[in-house]
């Protein structure tokens, strides 16, 4: 499930309101179960969570393509996607813009948004990724 199904399709919209409009849900395996009606009794060996992002392997296909073409770019952000999806020199990258932006951010709602919004922009070029993300 990428960003643009969950926030912009019908089913996303439901499975949003699913997980109670908690944007911490949305991506985790209720969400995901939802979403695509999948029996929770049925696929109990399937609820682990991949945390090491240094590298695709191990990665559906289509989650790798959806990464690499930004199709996760609503989603938020964390440092383990900072330190296993950008290279050091786009690491400082991220943390220059994220820190020039801390003003705005203060101010905004969506402080979350707007650090994706500079993840995302950083990662879609290249020469920003991890060694093993540049595919």
């Known amino acids: 499930m990428t960003a643009r199904d969950l926030f ?44 090491d992002l240094t590298s695709p392997e191990g990665f559906p296909k289509e989650l790798v393509t959806a990464i690499l073409s930004g199709d996760m770019a609503e989603f938020g952000v964390d440092e383990g996607m900072v330190s296993g999806l950008l290279s050091d020199k786009g690491q400082r990258q991220y943390k220059k813009q994220c820190k020039a932006d801390a003003a705005w951010r203060k101010a905004a709602a969506a402080w979350r948004k707007a650090d994706a919004k500079v993840f995302w922009a950083i990662f879609a070029n290249v020469k920003y990724r991890a060694k093993a993300w540049c595919v």
């Open 8 to 51: 912009h399709t019908k089913r996303g919209k439901e499975t949003q309101r699913h997980c109670n409009n908690d944007p911490s849900e949305f991506y985790g395996h209720s969400a995901i179960m939802f979403y695509y009606e999948l029996d929770p009794d049925k696929y109990t060996h399937c609820h682990f969570e991949k945390t």
